[in-house]
């Protein structure tokens, strides 16, 4: 199993630029997130998805979007880059909810630029 | 809304010593606390959770309801323990969780 993968590890953007970030899973995992780390900010949600067709906002939001067509994959898209959205993003998945059996599989992030 | 408090940035310790890092979180109801790791070059991954009271690598955590915290221990470092470490806690009916900004634990020889 390659687990979560997430493409690209790397990418610099101009400002008003668009791009959607990759994340598949090959876990059957019913549950995808995308977080955001900012340098001593920790990770914060920005949408996660419980399921193919229900995505729903987490902490930071504004500036992305998402859609969860199929199990395996949960893109990522910034429709205007902003240098805000300078950071690194973590795409992750899990079987289920927070439960007391939850853990969590990470990809391994894409560091992005934006100038 | 939840919050969990990592107050250390990097904690810097001698091989051999014992390590503390110290995870406060505020939450009105009964929380599930985890401990999560990122070794250098490598995926953050789950190192233990509250509610199987495991030891893992040597580490232990204990959640105290009346301090709201949730420190992880260990006795001895070890230089491969050199990591980022973050605490996380999910809402006991929740299905997202809420990461702490991390402390870097150093081990020197």
């Known amino acids: 199993n390659a687990g979560v993968t997430q493409t690209p590890k790397f990418r610099i953007l101009k400002i008003g630029q668009s791009m959607t970030l990759q994340c598949t899973q090959d876990m059957n995992h019913n549950y995808m997130y995308w977080y955001r780390q900012d340098p001593g900010m920790g990770l914060k949600l920005i949408y996660y998805?419980?399921?193919?067709?229900?995505?729903d906002k987490g902490e930071v939001p504004n500036g992305y979007n998402v859609s969860r067509s199929t199990t395996e994959d949960f893109p990522l898209r910034l429709e205007l880059a902003a240098p805000s959205q300078t950071s690194v993003y973590f795409c992750?998945?899990?079987?289920?909810?927070?439960?007391?059996?939850?853990?969590?599989?990470f990809g391994s992030g894409t560091q992005l630029s934006v100038l | 809304a939840q919050r969990v408090t990592q107050p250390e940035k990097l904690l810097s310790v001698f091989k051999g010593a014992p390590v503390e890092l110290k995870c406060n979180y505020s939450y009105s109801g009964s929380p599930e606390l985890f401990w999560y790791v990122q070794y250098s070059r490598q995926r953050l991954q789950l190192l233990l959770r509250h509610i199987s009271r495991e030891s893992i690598k040597g580490f232990t955590a204990d959640l105290n309801k009346g301090e709201t915290s949730f420190h992880l221990k260990k006795p001895f470092a070890q230089e491969e323990d050199s990591a980022m470490y973050y605490c996380a806690l999910s809402r006991s009916s929740g299905d997202k969780l809420t990461f702490g900004t991390g402390t870097r634990l150093a081990v020197r020889p």
């Open positions: 998805s419980v399921g193919a067709g229900i995505t």
């Open positions: 992750a998945s899990s079987l289920g909810g927070g439960r007391a059996n939850e853990k969590l599989f």
